[in-house]
């Protein structure tokens, strides 16, 4: 009987194993990014797909009219603009006009103003007339006025050229606003056809032409090629396992079937650390139980042809821990 004993111990020392273990593979959920009306449906269950291959197309026909409609708007929007723009450049125009207007109605009454002075000398020397002096006064006035009214009225374009640059700087908001709708009628657009974002199989199909999907409805999963396996060892059986030890996994599908790999990873936390709701040990009375650690084992190779295996098939690991 003894003998029994210690040929099962040292027969088991050496490697770790468990029956709590699944292959494992990225799962990505496909649903639409718009609502509207299937129109077609381009794969079928367990189908093999390569990354960029269409799955579905809904409906376009609403998203296309939002799209010319903001097309529109967008294409009105820079007509503004460059009629915007143009007031601007024809009211800057006009306030350079007025500006030499200004310094011309300035040379004007500074000339009349010497000639005044002047002729004040002269009529007060009895050289001209009075009417002489009168008609440069005049004069002098009259180019005053001039120069007051033509001020007066760069400071009115002035202002039609502030409210210009203000019109150029809505229009310009306008267009930009408009480009960032049309972008993003042109991206709902382009989410009216969904493609394959990887490699792999068609699973869990729930999605036909005519049925009238929401957002993020579920249409299908895919399966990505790549697989390995999570195994849930208790955590007394950590002691000696460590990342690049060989293993060898069995299917139980396929019992003859026996898979070389090796570890990968080990959790940085027990698996119900992790759940929905997690132990809370510090209320209540407490029972101590044994953890499950999951434990990431990829395959180091597999045969061809594979048959067919995917996530939640059950397998038994076996880890060589030393």
């Known amino acids: 009987m003894a003998v029994v004993g210690l040929g099962v111990y040292f027969s088991g020392r050496g490697i770790e194993t468990t029956d709590d273990a699944f292959i494992t593979a990225h799962i990505v959920q496909i649903g639409p990014q718009v609502p509207g009306q299937i129109l077609s449906v381009g794969v079928d269950d367990n189908q093999y797909v390569?990354?960029?291959?269409?799955?579905?197309?809904?409906?376009?026909?609403?998203?296309?009219?939002?799209?010319?409609?903001?097309?529109?708007?967008?294409?009105?929007?820079?007509?503004?603009?460059?009629?915007?723009?143009?007031?601007?450049?024809?009211?800057?125009?006009?306030?350079?006009?007025?500006?030499?207007?200004?310094?011309?109605?300035?040379?004007?009454?500074?000339?009349?103003?010497?000639?005044?002075?002047?002729?004040?000398?002269?009529?007060?020397?009895?050289?001209?007339?009075?009417?002489?002096?009168?008609?440069?006064?005049?004069?002098k006035l009259s180019n005053h006025a001039?120069?007051?009214?033509?001020?007066?009225?760069?400071?009115?374009?002035?202002?039609?050229?502030?409210?210009?640059?203000?019109?150029?700087?809505?229009?310009?908001?306008?267009?930009?606003?408009?480009?960032?709708?049309?972008?993003?009628?042109?991206?709902?657009?382009?989410?009216?056809?969904?493609?394959?974002?990887?490699?792999?199989?068609?699973?869990?199909?729930?999605?036909?032409?005519?049925?009238?999907?929401?957002?993020?409805?579920?249409?299908?999963?895919?399966v990505s090629k790549e697989i390995w396996v999570v195994a849930n060892f208790k955590e007394t059986q950590l002691s000696h396992m460590r990342r690049g030890q060989e293993a060898e996994v069995r299917i139980d599908a396929y019992p003859k079937l026996k898979l070389r790999g090796r570890v990968d990873s080990i959790q940085m936390g027990s698996g119900s650390q992790f759940s929905l709701l997690p132990p809370e040990n510090a209320t209540g009375n407490f029972v101590k139980v044994v953890q499950r650690v999951p434990v990431k084992i990829v395959f180091t190779h597999l045969p061809f042809p594979l048959p067919p295996l995917g996530p939640g098939m059950s397998v038994k690991p076996i880890i060589f821990v030393q």
């Not at 024809?90 to 306030?95: G, V």
């Not at 002047?118 to 004069?139: C, F, H, P, W």
């Open 146 to 222: 001039v120069l007051n009214g033509r001020q007066k009225k760069v400071l009115g374009v002035e202002s039609n050229v502030q409210m210009a640059e203000a019109s150029v700087k809505a229009a310009r908001a306008s267009v930009e606003e408009a480009r960032a709708l049309l972008e993003s009628t042109r991206l709902r657009l382009s989410y009216t056809k969904i493609y394959a974002p990887l490699d792999g199989y068609v699973t869990h199909k729930n999605v036909e032409p005519g049925n009238y999907v929401s957002t993020g409805t579920a249409l299908m999963a895919l």
């Open 50 to 139: 390569k990354k960029g291959e269409l799955l579905v197309e809904l409906d376009p026909r609403d998203n296309w009219a939002i799209y010319h409609q903001a097309a529109a708007n967008l294409a009105s929007s820079e007509a503004k603009l460059v009629q915007a723009q143009f007031s601007l450049q024809s009211s800057r125009r006009n306030l350079d006009q007025a500006h030499e207007d200004v310094e011309q109605a300035a040379a004007n009454a500074e000339n009349s103003e010497a000639d005044f002075i002047r002729n004040e000398d002269l009529r007060n020397r009895g050289v001209i007339s009075q009417r002489d002096y009168d008609t440069s006064k005049a004069l």
